[in-house]
């Protein structure tokens, strides 16, 4: 009895802990001491505090996470290769810094994906998106300078972010992870969740948030309805459906500069030229790129270069494409690895949407599919005070762990039992015609 009490006792403090790591992370507590709570030093110390005990962690499982190596090697390599980047950086310490952090945030959505089930994950993402809905919503309302833009977007809310944009996404991931949330949670906190965060996404006024959100709950839905068939055909049409769905975050998002041209805003609020600077400083250095996140970095004279384009003083914060920034940060052998990683993924997490009916089993490629088209116009992949990264690790290394006997019993049945409801309809339907 004083065993099970000390154990839940443990695993509660895993769960504060990791709900804790995802606040910390994406650096949402260094709002606190802006809104008057502590100082920057106690939030430095606590994140250091964080990634010290993520550490010794670590080297307890050590043997379990060392298991997932082999079934995600690209994503391995592709973190050692952005952490190796400093050599070849023009700003080696600023990479080197960053690198460390993706290094960590890697090790932490690693951590995550071993010691919880799917159903866990889910429900602690929820959870910790929820305490920083209700965070941003008072910071916007008690400290308007502090949570709403003042400048571009004036009155736009931001909340904990830095960005309108990084606000709305978050809530479309918020109101996405409500969404798959798993049964044995109350309908009214599921559907409370969901509402909030949907709120909140549209006080941020960001197009691409709305767009993406709707896209991806379209996705998850026709995931809902049609089975797995075990045909190759299958995956091929969902890679191309996703596809599909970025071209279209971008036309429904800027519809009216794409149709009137000139008429508005033909680059796509400036997106169009940075791209172009940004690729062709991909050709001058393609294989191994500039290092990471060396290509924004402070008096850098790409990103200066990438400012004259507009013949503005302006230094983009990044270049308004995951794609693309991770291109410059670490090549094309960089691209060439998250591409192979997030495909394996994705088909991974297809497979495991279409054989069950358990709505945490859709999560993963709802998150996926969010991920592609949210990192059309923005970049979310590999940058410091990123929740994303984490959620992908996670993400990629839960879809390659093999499933315990009785998952695997557990999901064959609902297979079998929504093929045989499958074969029943199409009787029924050729018997009345």
Known sequence: ???????KTLRTAEKGFIILGLMSFPG????LPQIGFGTQDIVTLIKLAIQLILIILACIFGKKLIATVRRNRSLYLLTALSYLSFLWSKFPEFTLSNATEIVMMTLFGLYFATRFSLKEQVELIAFTLLIIGIISTVVA??????????????????????????????MVLSLLTFFALPKGNSNLYKWFGFTFSLVLMLLSSSKTCLVVSLLVILIIMFYQKVRWQGKISVILANIVILILACVAVLFLTYWVELI?????????????????????????????????????????????EVSQSFGSTWIPPNGHNGLLDLSVDVGLVGLVLFLISYFTTFVRSLKRAYVSKKSEDLWSVA???FMAMNNVTESLLMHQY?????????????????????ETLTRMGEFKKGQKNLKFKNTTSSHLI
């Open 1 to 7: 009895m004083k065993n099970k009490k000390q154990n």
């Open 28 to 31: 949402i507590l260094y709002v």
């Open 141 to 170: 309302l008690a400290f308007p300078l502090i949570g709403l833009e003042q400048e571009f977007y004036r009155g736009a809310w931001k909340g904990v972010y830095g960005q309108k944009n990084v606000f709305g996404s978050t």
């Open 260 to 304: 009137t041209g000139l008429g508005r805003d033909p680059t796509l609020t400036g997106r169009t030229l940075i791209w172009d600077v940004m690729i062709r400083k991909i050709i001058e250095q393609p294989l191994f790129g500039y290092g990471l996140n060396a290509f924004w970095a402070p008096n850098s004279p790409y990103a200066i």
């Open 367 to 369: 998150y996926l599919s």
């Open 386 to 406: 990123n929740t994303y990264w984490i959620l992908y690790t996670t993400v990629a290394i839960t879809m390659s762990q093999p499933a315990s006997p009785l």
